[in-house]
């Protein structure tokens, strides 16, 4: 596609509920990486995907948090027993390489956990 | 990864220059510096990217010191849509762990 995709645009969930984020990178980028956003502040990575090979999971932040990319193309990221901090924007980004021309990130998915 | 230290904020009229300086003095040989804007409600969006010198592209330009310890995103003639974050980043080939901070918040005044 033209850009990344990431859906849903908002997601409300009850605490403790599993929700599914789910992330579109551009055509032929190899690399996909997924960062958390809370409020006013800075992105936090999360974890990146790169080809075929292991993912780097080193800035998950707990083990409810986890990821997948299937075909190399498409990314879910799931979070399981969702906690209020957990609310926050999730951001996904692709590039060609290893992002030495700069990532393209997706609008995002606004997760709040009531 | 290098830490970078840019203002919280600026403030400036529509139709002058901005330059945000941001400071990363513990730059590596192969970093590259990259700055990202950001809308509320939108994701980062790449601005433009440099090693040393200067580099300019059809929305900024971007200076970088012999010693490479800073850099200054100048954007010019800014109008009430730049108002934004502003994000300077500091990583080499294969640093894909970006390190966001929170960024310079912009805003463009009639």
């Known amino acids: 596609g033209a850009g990344v995709s990431q859906s849903p645009s908002n997601k409300v969930t009850e605490k403790g509920k599993d929700v599914e984020l789910r992330c579109d990178p551009i055509?032929?980028?190899?690399?996909l990486y997924w960062y958390r956003q809370s409020l006013g502040q800075g992105l936090e990575f999360l974890i990146y995907?790169?080809?075929?090979?292991?993912?780097?999971k080193s800035g998950l932040p707990s083990d409810r948090f986890s990821a997948e990319r299937t075909g190399g193309s498409v990314s879910t990221l799931t979070i399981q027993r969702t906690q209020q901090e957990d609310s926050a924007v999730y951001l996904c980004?692709?590039?060609?390489?290893?992002?030495?021309?700069?990532?393209?990130f997706g609008s995002g998915t606004r997760l709040t956990v009531v | 990864l290098a830490k970078t230290t840019q203002p919280i904020s600026m403030d400036s009229y529509e139709g002058q220059e901005v330059n945000i300086t941001c400071s990363h003095n513990?730059?590596?040989?192969?970093?590259?510096i990259t700055w990202y804007q950001q809308f509320p409600s939108q994701g980062p969006r790449f601005i433009i990217q440099?090693?040393?010198t200067k580099v300019t592209n059809e929305v900024a330009s971007l200076f970088i010191p012999a010693d490479r310890k800073s850099s200054t995103l100048s954007l010019p003639r800014v109008s009430l849509s730049d108002t934004a974050v502003y994000y300077c980043?500091?990583?080499?080939?294969?640093?894909?762990?970006?390190?966001f901070g929170k960024g310079t918040k912009l805003s463009v005044i009639p």
């Open positions: 980004a692709s590039s060609n390489k290893q992002g030495q021309y700069g990532y393209t």
């Open positions: 055509s032929g980028h190899t690399a």
């Open positions: 995907f790169q080809g075929n090979s292991a993912p780097d």
């Open positions: 513990n730059i590596a040989t192969n970093d590259y």
């Open positions: 440099g090693y040393k």
């Open positions: 980043l500091v990583g080499g080939a294969g640093s894909y762990q970006l390190t």
